[in-house]
Antibody, heavy 122, light 110 residues
Framework: EVQLVETGGGLIQPGGSLRLSCAAS????????MSWVRQAPGKGLEWVSV???????YYADSVKGRFTISRDNSKNTLYLQMNSLRAEDTAVYYC????????????????WGQGTLVTVSS | QSVLTQPPSVSGAPGQRVTISCTGS?????????VHWYQQLPGTAPKLLIY???NRPSGVPDRFSGSKSGTSASLAITGLQAEDEADYYC??????????FGGGTKLTVL
């Protein structure tokens, strides 16, 4: 059974840093595309970042240069390092396994974790 | 403003059919990229409902169906049930913005 468990959220001051973890079971993180998607309180979903099985990474413009996605193959875990945090980064952060059909760009998010809340406030 | 436009809300009585539209542009849906749909029940994580425009993952009832034409896509739900009350999101790829979601549609079962 595929399971994703996010940890690491919490209250952080503006300008601070936080690292989110997503422990996976039931499949191999390094063999899949993995993404982070966030949802601000009462708002819709926003794609944040993806790491391809080959290691390529991509980011939304809103987090580029501040967030870094990575993985630890030995721990089967996905990470999101978040630096220079802003109030607008406040959201529930979900990790999601990503899959595609014929083309890499046609990514879909087929399994999601339960999310971890990040609150950026002084 | 989301790149993919959905109605903020739709409603229907039990047993009825409702549709949720997702309107994009030539840089996303109209460029031929697939549309996927997610259901988010209150207080839970999103769940994949439709992938590749019209395909249902295992376990999703055939009451849910998806279609795509031109720069738009639609999710149809037939035989509406109380448990279908949730937020629904479309998602695709945009050549300028990477992966994008619609703003979400809240379905109310009357």
């Amino acid at each position: 059974e595929v399971q994703l468990v996010e940890t690491g959220g919490g209250l952080i001051q503006p300008g601070g840093s936080l690292r989110l973890s997503c422990a996976a079971s039931g499949f191999t993180v390094s063999s899949n595309y993995m993404s982070w998607v966030r949802q601000a309180p009462g708002k819709g979903l926003e794609w944040v970042s993806v790491i391809y099985s080959g290691g390529s990474t991509y980011y939304a413009d809103s987090v580029k240069g501040r967030f870094t996605i990575s993985r630890d193959n030995s721990k089967n875990t996905l990470y999101l390092q978040m630096n220079s945090l802003r109030a607008e980064d406040t959201a529930v952060y979900y990790c999601a396994r990503s899959n595609y059909g014929d083309y890499e760009n046609d990514l879909t998010f087929d399994y999601w974790g339960q999310g971890t809340l990040v609150t950026v406030s002084s | 403003q989301s790149v993919l436009t959905q109605p903020p809300s739709v409603s229907g009585a039990p047993g009825q059919r409702v549709t949720i539209s997702c309107t994009g542009s030539s840089s996303n849906i109209g460029a031929g990229y697939d549309v996927h749909w997610y259901q988010q029940l209150p207080g839970t994580a999103p769940k994949l409902l439709i992938y590749g425009n019209s395909n249902r993952p295992s376990g999703v009832p055939d009451r849910f169906s998806g279609s795509k034409s031109g720069t738009s896509a639609s999710l149809a739900i037939t035989g509406l049930q109380a448990e279908d009350e949730a937020d629904y999101y479309c998602q695709s790829y945009d050549s300028s913005l990477n992966w994008v979601f619609g703003g979400g549609t809240k379905l109310t079962v009357l």
